[in-house]
């Protein structure tokens, strides 16, 4: 194995942090499908795809190193939300998590002069900026919404956020 246990452990523990964040957004963008907020529920699951893909090029640095990937039980997503902001709320919460998370392993790669898995990390670090970024974008957008019509509305601006 090119890479410590102790960093291929903490990679497999975010192999599996970005499949739960997979099965948040999917869940997220279900809740938006019983609201009614198609486009918002088709950004969502765009989000989970990206999440999933994120996981997946883990495992595949993991498997490069030399290290087995190690998948563990997910826990169950949130299933009941009361509204939109509550959602994008719930996914700015989610992606600062991770940002911690991925700060932690950037730190370590530091700490044990792993610089494949600093590169790496700072690939992941980088996305990051753009995800919280995108996310409390989001949220602000739907904070000034007053009203169901203008959440529907709102829905014209995420379009673009999917299709741009």
Known sequence: MMISKKMADR????????????W?????????????????????????????EHAEKIA??????????????LGAPKTKFK?????IKGAVDHELKVTKDWNEISDMAIKEKDHATRVLA?????EQVEE???MEELLNMV?????QGQLLMLEGRVWRMIEG
């Open 11 to 22: 990679l497999n523990l975010q192999v599996n942090n970005e499949y739960y964040a997979f």
């Open 24 to 52: 948040i957004y999917q869940q997220m963008s279900f809740a938006f499908e019983d609201m009614g907020l198609t486009v918002f529920a088709k950004l969502f699951h765009k989000q989970a795809a990206e999440e999933r």
């Open 60 to 73: 595949k640095y993991l498997v490069d190193q030399g290290a087995p990937v190690v998948l563990s039980e």
């Open 83 to 87: 509204s939109a902001e509550e959602i």
């Open 122 to 126: 700072d690939w992941f670090v980088e």
């Open 132 to 134: 919280v970024s995108s």
């Open 143 to 147: 904070k000034l919404t007053q009203n």
